[in-house]
């Protein structure tokens, strides 16, 4: 089975112009990512896809392989259907460039042992909420899985709501997802339903279409950077490491 990483890195963040080039410990964040997805030995090639030649500079000079992508892609999903229209794989792993801490542990985590010719297969990671405060922040993604891993709903708000009790581990998203080429293709031709639009989530395109996507935990540390402010966390986080 062909596996390739894509480590998708786009500009034009509203919140944080260039964000994949903010330095962490002096280093490029997307440097950072770039090097974990190298150690998974289940990859046969790792990509950086942008839409910006300064990205694409500061990539190759770390050794990186870059593909150009369109700037008009609304999501990092869709950026990933453009790479698959250009490099043949049987699974495309991509590994948000926000999320410096993720090692090869957790990423590969994601990764079935097999697949069927010409499955449909969407598959994501998840971890523990450690710090109840984030739990109620509405930046974090809330995942609520069955026993089988398949996901039944994702929110922005607090779910499942603790009426019957406390006793629940509640369960975030992290930036690491699998796809096989025809999933990619159903979600490129799939319109955008409603709850996918309110909740701003493209995993809505499968699970509003009753088309399963299954979440996994990898008990990981993730510390995704949305702010310039979320730079101090990770820096902090790897010094005491």
Known sequence: MKII?????????????????????????????????????????????????????????????????????DTATERLYEVSTKIEADLYVMVNGDEPLLTKEAIVQCIPDQLEPDALYVSNLMTDFSNPVEVVDCTNLKIVTAADNRCLFISRSPIPYPKGGMDYVYHKFVGVGAFTKKALEYYHNTPRGPIEKIEENDS?????????IYYYN?????????????????????KNK
């Open 5 to 73: 990483c894509v480590i998708p890195a786009r500009a034009e963040s509203s919140r944080f112009f260039e964000k994949p080039l903010a330095l962490i410990c002096g280093k490029p964040m997307i440097e950072w990512v770039y090097t974990h997805c190298k150690e998974v030995e289940r990859f046969q090639e790792v990509y950086v896809a942008t839409d910006s030649e300064k990205i694409k500079v500061a990539a190759e000079s770390f050794g990186a392989k870059v593909i150009m992508t369109s700037s008009l892609h």
């Open 204 to 212: 809505f395109r499968f699970i509003e279409n009753h088309v399963p």
């Open 218 to 238: 990898c008990h990981c540390k993730s510390l995704s950077v949305d702010t310039r402010k979320d730079i101090e966390g990770v820096e902090a986080y790897l």
